[in-house]
């Protein structure tokens, strides 16, 4: 809990399904005849000038981790952010220590364009570096 | 108009009032006999894990452009966000052709810690790179 995602742990269930189903988000549901296997949120990273670059949040159920729904999400989220007319997508905040996450940007063409030293306190292993992960459409 | 944030340059009134307001944000207002002469905006960047990091805003009226206004409230922005027990400071989104901002953020010890390729429509001069600026407290 905690380690992956710059949000406080002890969110209430309303807030985040505020947070997650904001009404500025494109929110999609993976799901199989078992039940929700992962959830994504694409939005604008950023209004006005900014507003041609998309951001997106990923979450995996525990139950279905490892069987590449992050990936095959990922892979419908960069192909919906393009239906739109985003000219990219960017990442604020990738936890260095989310060796799974940063390894599957990068092989989805994601590149580390900056680093944030020590702007997250892990549970764990304390003050760890975060990165800005960026890539064009 | 539009040159230095990635905010929508016909926001409304209101909309503009709610999100410098907002109660998230410690917002503080520099003023003289003469009126108002610069605002800015303080807040925590990131919530959970990422909350000692804070976040900044600032705006300088017309009028007073050019006198120190902006050095000073960023002065006095570190020494609250210190008070206020943040140990860094981020600037998630500084457009590199704003030459000032950049000058003066990195006279205070800020370093440039990510590039944002293409990141900001400049409305004169198209699309231009955007900096991540960050520095300890």
């Known amino acids: 809990m905690g380690d992956t995602y710059a949000i406080d742990p002890d969110i209430s269930r309303e807030d985040a399904f505020a947070y997650w189903f904001a009404p500025k988000n494109h929110t999609y549901i993976a799901e199989a005849g078992s039940g929700i296997l992962g959830t994504y949120a694409l939005r604008t990273n ?4 900014g507003s041609h670059v998309s951001n997106a949040s990923f979450m995996v159920a525990p139950a279905a981790h490892g069987k590449g729904i992050g990936r095959a999400m990922a892979e419908h989220c960069l192909s919906e952010a393009r239906r739109l007319g985003f000219t990219a997508m960017q990442f604020n905040f990738v936890i260095s220590t989310n060796e799974h996450a ?3 940007w990068k092989n989805l063409g994601f590149q580390i364009v900056g680093t944030l030293p020590r702007a997250f306190r892990h549970p764990g292993k304390g003050l760890v570096d975060v990165y800005v992960m960026f890539r064009t459409l």
Not at 46 to 49: D, E, L, P, Q
């Open 46 to 49: 950023r209004t006005g000038g």
């Open 102 to 104: 940063v390894r599957l």
